[in-house]
């Protein structure tokens, strides 16, 4: 039972801008920072956004990250087809000294 | 450029243990901290644990599900870690990956491609 909640689902047209909230508590998300990977089916994760809003080297700038008290954001801005995958934040727990993942969010491109 | 190769995955009976390695290339490993994710088939991420550099202590964290049967290893000279997997169950029956904690402590920056581990009788 992941601790970190997201949306099963997001969708959206070409061009649009997609958001997926990621809801965790003082524990984690609260007193760490989030990460972001995007998972494309059959395939390894890759890390999308690390430190809340940090992009790696490589990472088109459509994606960007936020975090505001115990949830974090990923947005997608100027949807691509190629954008359509799961998407997972994580942050380290506290708590449970263990390194949570999300439920996990398919986007899908209209 | 970096590279994670995991290997050692297969169909193990419940109680059964096995051994994956991952071998890295293309990055400082004595200085790495390394981490094992697994995914179930059709389900989520779930982070397995870590092992830190030597020179970070060489300690290793477990997730509760696995912890005191799952033990995680490191050859610095074969540039290798490995997942010690012992009295293993249905539930642990996933894809198993390596990944290089390039921004500690957890941030996985380049992950292996997996291997996967089957529990069945």
């Known amino acids: 039972q992941s601790v970190l909640t997201q949306p099963p689902s997001a969708s959206g047209t070409p061009g649009q801008r997609v958001t997926i909230s990621c809801s965790g508590s003082?524990?984690?998300?609260?007193?760490?920072?989030v990460d972001w990977y995007q998972q494309f089916p059959g395939t390894a994760p890759k890390l999308l956004i690390s430190?809340?809003?940090e992009r790696p080297s490589g990472v088109p700038d459509r994606f960007s990250g936020s975090k505001s008290g115990t949830s974090a954001s990923l947005a997608i801005s100027g949807l691509q087809s190629e954008d359509e995958s799961d998407y997972y934040c994580?942050?380290?727990?506290?708590?449970?000294?263990?390194?949570?993942f999300g439920t996990g969010t398919k986007v899908t491109v209209l | 450029e970096v590279q994670l190769v995991e290997s050692g995955g297969g169909l193990v009976k419940p109680g059964g243990t096995l051994r994956l390695s991952c071998a890295a290339s293309?990055?400082?490993?004595?200085?790495?901290?390394m981490s094992w994710v697994r995914q179930a088939p059709g389900k989520g991420l779930e982070w397995v644990g870590r092992?830190?550099?030597?020179?970070?202590?060489?300690?290793?964290d477990y997730a509760a599900p696995v912890e005191g049967r799952f033990i995680i290893s490191r050859d610095d000279s074969k540039k290798a870690i490995f997942l010690q997997m012992n009295s293993l169950e249905t539930e642990d029956s996933a894809v198993y990956f390596c990944?290089?904690?390039?921004?500690?402590?957890?941030?996985?920056?380049?992950w292996g491609q997996g291997t996967l581990v089957t529990v069945s009788s």
């Open positions: 990944a290089w904690v390039a921004r500690v402590p957890s941030v996985m920056s380049v």
């Open positions: 293309g990055l400082p490993f004595t200085l790495a901290w």
């Open positions: 092992i830190k550099s030597k020179g970070s202590g060489g300690t290793t």
């Open positions: 003082s524990s984690n998300i609260g007193s760490n920072s």
């Open positions: 430190s809340d809003d």
């Open positions: 994580a942050a380290w727990d506290a708590s449970l000294n263990d390194y949570v």
